[in-house]
């Protein structure tokens, strides 16, 4: 009976302050923040190489040493399967070209057996172009990149120009 005694009162703060935590995480609102265009672009390759120099300055030191695997980014729509298009390969192979000549972090030697890797998706959402680009290092840190742009019909026709692409 006395070590339920001494125990109760620890147990009731306990208790008290995780209903406060959850008070206070229920609380809180959740404001999503806007979708913030890189830049201007004139053209499509204007446009790929600026959301490829924004991404890889968002990844610059997050990689380590090594080769990083980057695979084509498919379109997000109501259709079944992945679907590459023009623009997702062209994402790609503009991201690997970046990130792979970037020299790595400094003192960290990517792990053999913890492949690198970056990849992403584009969307269409209302009117805007929306790039997802998510990467793991070695040591298993994820990182991720948002990029939303007005969409041209350039970058329309791209979107939705598919591709067969081989490996």
Known sequence: MAILSKSLPVAVILLALMGAFVHQALSRE?????VVAPGAYSSLSDLVGMI????AGQFRGF???GPVRVEPFPVLSEFPGRRISVLGATLA????????????????????GSAQFLRGVIQELDGQLRVHIS????????????????????VFR?????VSYER
């Open 63 to 65: 990689f380590d040493a």
């Open 93 to 112: 192979d503009q991201m690997a070209a970046v990130i792979n000549t970037t020299p790595g972090s400094g003192g960290h030697k990517a792990d053999e």
């Open 158 to 162: 791209a979107m939705h120009t598919y």
């Open 30 to 34: 959740v404001t999503p923040k806007p």
């Open 135 to 154: 990467a793991r290092n070695s040591r298993g840190q994820w990182r991720s990149y948002v990029a939303g742009v007005e969409m041209s019909e350039a």
């Open 52 to 55: 490829g120099g924004d991404a």
